[in-house]
């Protein structure tokens, strides 16, 4: 009897949509894991294991705890942008939106707030303004050819990645170096325009390039699942993403509504960009010849992270993590791109996420009508008696 | 003069060829949006093979092992989607955009561990084909005729006589319009849209070894096709998914794709002092400008990115 009990408590527990989106995502990274751990067999053989081990404990490679405190700063510095970058997919999604672009928007962004911060000399909170503004302009022209002209989104997303990354080449190379192809250093030519710590660093082993962009992600996640699951705007959105013509016929605006979605999408992507940059972890190339690989990103970070904004933030730092561990691998035997290949198949994986639910439920519902069916015929062998 | 048309026909034949892949696809009723990660690994099927060939291996054979390797590079990696998208209803967008990546990442850990394998200073991920390229190219006075422009020629003709003339190519694109009454009618949607995907996947994998011959005689596999995969859609889209269409949409935005190349060559054209950059936006901005004026009344196949359940009636 008690063990019934228990098999039917686990049932509930499996049956719930959160549980199941965690179980799904902890299969996509473990069998994804297990594929690069298969490529790097096929490499070489006799460090594999070592090398998948390496990928994993990224900063904690470092024997003392200051030093992995410090590069689990850098990690964070980088999960922060990648955040941003899965937000603003995902916010799209809820609309029924693609949002590729997000790579592109992610650019615009990193442009218009290097621009500000070097050429123009601006504070960062105006520079992080100008790489919002500019991240939801490339946004709203994907939504407006999307909406008015039935532009396929992604099509017109990758278009404006290439045309964005040319522009911002174009825009930057007024201010880079002059040995060099990379932008002048923030630090050295405006201070004003790297993003505050508010001694953050002191936890982070000194690490100057923590600041407030880390807090300001999570907050933002967290914000965006307010609006998605309590606000009207974000019913409205859902509803658009589920049921185009429905929610148009129950007079929401839907034309308004996609365009909007990628404003606040692009304008997610170029505060990201303006995270990473406006750290001064990082300085842009100006002859860069493709797109950065963030937006990327970012989308296995959203569908890693089950389309939740919350799971999207372990997500993110998940990814972030096997990428910066990759870069620790031994670069003579192994190549660093073996994260992103392992990225690559944890997205693949997500595409049956949607399959291994329906499979999930169906089984669940099996076993419980086969329970139901025990438990009816038990009864009518007591009436027997 | 000369130099642009050579190359305003070799990018025309990419397109062609990639375009006409993603129209198999569409019209079984499979988005195949993963045609870039095809492109890239029918292109790592290519290139390797030009790589490890003898140079002095007749040159028809060359060009026929060549294009061997990157149709079944391309077949073997369209599988992928096709697996998930037919037979479990993946999302298509999502996978597709996911084969992209993987092809990037993928391409580029195989090639830098051959690379480190052969010398383990290299950690570049450039496969070199200089010798072997020439069996590719028949020069004709000034100008060099690439076999690949016979070969997306041919597809082109193949792919009008298969599609609107074949009792396979009208059930394919009835899969694509309508495939609960093709399937009423004894035809097989499932195995239909296999073939679509399947020769997508084949004609993109030669379109990835044609860009990456194009004009160079190396290749860096870090950075991609350079969103030729999605050109070849928008390409497909402005020709209205039909092969003669697509064929003359690929020549225009070759030649756009060309001038990047060679504008340095014209007078004129380096006297405007116009950037770099410019130029290589050009494909990418003339592509959206087009997208906006012929995806409002688009005749895409009806059904296109729905997936098939027999269930469901």
């Known amino acids: 009897m008690s063990g019934q009990n228990s098999s039917n408590q686990s049932d509930s527990f499996l049956s719930k949509p959160a549980v199941q989106s965690i179980l799904a995502a902890l299969l996509c990274i473990v069998i994804g894991l297990l594929i690069g751990y298969i490529a790097l067999l096929i490499i070489s053989p006799k460090g594999a294991t070592e090398a998948i081990i390496t990928i994993l404990k990224n900063y904690f490679t470092y ?67 100008a790489a919002l503004i500019a991240g939801g302009l490339f946004g709203v022209i994907v939504g407006l050819l999307k909406s008015y002209l ?84 974000g019913y409205e959105i859902k509803a658009t993403g589920i049921a185009k013509d429905a929610a148009k016929y129950s007079g929401m605006k839907e034309k308004r509504n996609v365009i909007i979605t990628l404003f606040i999408g692009g304008a997610l992507a170029g505060i990201g960009a303006a995270f990473l940059f406006l750290s001064g972890y990082e300085q842009w190339s100006v002859t860069q010849s493709s797109v950065p690989s963030m937006g990327f990103n970012g989308i296995a970070a959203t569908f890693l992270g089950g389309l939740d904004p919350i799971g999207t933030i372990f997500a993110s730092y998940f990814i972030q993590h096997i990428t910066s561990g990759g870069s620790y691998l031994d670069k003579n035997i192994y190549p660093s791109q073996i994260s992103d290949f392992i990225s690559a198949i944890i997205i693949y994986l997500c595409g049956f996420v ?8 169906g089984y669940l519902r099996k076993r419980a009508e086969r329970a139901k069916e025990r438990g009816i015929s038990k009864k009518e062998e007591g009436g027997n008696f | ?20 892949g993603g129209c198999f696809s ?148 009835a899969c694509g319009e309508h495939p609960q009454a093709a399937d009423s009618v004894g035809i097989n949607v499932y195995t239909m849209r296999w073939a679509g995907v399947l020769i997508s996947g084949m004609l993109a994998g030669i379109g990835g070894i044609v860009y990456i011959t194009a004009g160079v005689s190396e290749w860096k596999f870090e950075v991609g096709v350079a969103g030729f995969g999605f050109l070849a859609l928008a390409v497909m889209i402005f020709g209205q998914w039909k092969p003669i ?20 060559g014209f007078d004129f054209l380096s006297a405007l002092n116009i950037p770099g950059s410019v130029y290589n936006m050009m494909p990418y901005i003339i592509s959206l400008i087009v997208l906006a004026f012929t995806s409002s009344n688009s005749r895409a196949p009806k059904a296109e990115g729905i997936p098939y359940d027999k269930g469901s009636r």
């Open chain 2, 1 to 20: 003069m000369v130099l642009l048309l050579q190359y305003t026909l070799l990018f025309a034949s990419v397109l062609i060829l990639v375009a006409l």
């Open chain 1, 354 to 361: 949607l399959f291994f639910k329906l499979y999930l439920n």
């Open chain 2, 245 to 264: 269409n697509i064929g003359l949409a690929a020549l225009l935005f070759g030649f756009f794709r060309a001038l990047s190349n060679v504008y340095s």
């Open chain 1, 150 to 233: 039935n532009v396929n989104e992604v099509i017109s997303g990758i278009m404006l990645n290439w045309i964005g990354l040319y522009t911002v080449n174009m825009l930057l190379s007024g201010v880079k170096e002059t040995a060099s192809p990379y932008t002048v250093s923030v630090a050295s030519t405006n201070e004003a325009a790297l993003l505050p710590s508010l001694g953050m660093e002191k936890l982070f082993s000194n690490n100057k390039y923590v600041t407030i962009a880390i807090p300001l992600a999570i907050l933002v996640a967290i914000l965006l699942k307010v609006v998605l699951s309590m606000t009207v705007f």
């Open chain 1, 63 to 129: 024997p003392t705890k200051a030093a992995a405190m410090k590069y689990l700063g850098n990690t964070l510095v980088k999960a922060a942008p990648l955040l941003m970058c899965a937000l603003s997919i995902q916010f799209c999604y809820q609309a029924g939106l693609f949002n590729i672009g997000a790579a592109g928007q992610y650019v615009a962004g990193a442009g218009a707030s290097l621009f500000c911060a070097l050429a123009l000399k601006l504070p960062w909170f105006v520079c992080l303004l």
């Open chain 2, 26 to 173: 569409e019209h079984s009723g499979v988005i195949n949006l993963g045609l870039e990660g095809i492109m890239v690994m029918g292109a790592l099927g290519g290139a390797l093979t030009l790589k490890y060939i003898s140079p002095n291996t007749p040159a028809l054979l060359i060009v026929l092992a060549v294009i061997a390797a990157s149709v079944l590079s391309g077949a073997i990696y369209s599988v992928l989607l096709a697996v998930a998208c037919i037979n479990l209803k993946a999302d298509q967008t999502l996978v597709g955009t996911a084969l992209n990546m993987l092809a990037a990442a993928a391409a580029t850990v195989i090639v830098k561990s051959i690379n480190m394998a052969e010398n383990p200073d290299n950690v570049s991920s450039t496969v070199q084909y200089v010798q072997s390229k020439k069996a590719l190219v028949v020069p004709i006075g000034s100008f060099q005729f690439n076999w690949f422009m016979l070969v997306a020629l041919i597809a082109l003709i193949l792919a009008y006589v298969i599609l609107y003339k074949t009792r396979f190519g009208l059930r394919l694109m």
